[in-house]
Nanobody
């Protein structure tokens, strides 16, 4: 099992940057594929980015070129660097983990954090 705690959210102006962090418990972190998802008010949870246990990355088209996912296995942490933020990036951002998939489908991930809120003002 793994427990996930997100941090780094906040209020930022359009065009600005934020870096989200997701700290994971447990010694098996390096074996997990990790994902970031987001959910805006009134909308379904959507895929943002994922990274395999080997470092392969996958991005949603809406964030490609602006967001970067990375991981530090020594710190049991996965990051989401978000640049050139837009008002439509406003959402609660969730970290997820799974040992079998880094797919974009939220239903395939076994473990979830509580989320961190990101608000981008225009």
């Amino acid at each position: 099992q793994v427990q996930l705690v997100e941090s780094g959210g906040g209020l930022v102006q359009a065009g600005g940057s934020l870096r989200l962090s997701c700290a994971a418990s447990g010694r098996a972190f390096r074996s997990y594929h990790m994902g970031w998802f987001r959910q805006a008010p009134g909308k379904e949870r959507e895929f943002v980015a994922s990274i395999t246990n080997g470092g392969r990355t996958l991005y949603a088209d809406s964030v490609k070129g602006r967001f970067t996912i990375s991981r530090d296995n020594a710190k049991n942490t996965v990051y989401l660097q978000m640049n050139v933020l837009k008002p439509e990036d406003t959402a609660v951002y969730y970290c997820a983990a799974d040992q079998a998939t880094y797919n974009s489908a939220a239903r395939l991930y076994d473990y979830w954090g509580q989320g961190t809120r990101v608000t981008v003002s225009s």
